[in-house]
């Protein structure tokens, strides 16, 4: 089985930093796409940023210049920093990973279980 675990949401002031990662782990052939959506109540899940195995990233419009994602694939973990948060950044984060597991051909979409963050003074 593939696991995507997450950590780092929680509770921040508007103008400040967290930070997210999510780690990868299980029966791993390769990781391609890796990156992170949010949820907010009656709303759809939205890309936040994503990043190619090689590199290349992806940032919606409303968090370019202030989030940057990173990852490591030797650790199949992916980051996220937020900065200038705001209290519309307000939302659940779930981790995406495209993988390939062991043995297998097909690609495979996965989730992490979502952790909150909250941006409010």
Not at 27 to 42: A, K
């Amino acid at each position: 089985q593939v696991q995507l675990v997450e950590s780092g949401g929680g509770l921040v002031q508007p103008g400040g930093s967290l930070r997210l990662s999510c780690a990868a782990s299980g029966s791993i052939g390769s990781i391609n796409t890796m990156g992170w959506y949010r949820q907010t109540p009656g709303k759809e899940r939205e890309l936040v940023a994503s990043s190619t195995r090689a590199g290349s990233t992806t940032y919606a419009d409303s968090v370019k210049g202030r989030f940057v994602i990173t990852r490591d694939n030797a650790k199949n973990t992916v980051y996220l920093q937020m900065n200038s948060l705001k209290p519309e950044d307000t939302a659940v984060y779930y981790c995406n990973a495209i993988i390939r597991k062991i043995y297998e051909y097909n690609w495979e979409n996965y989730w992490g279980q979502g952790t909150q963050v909250t941006v409010s003074a």
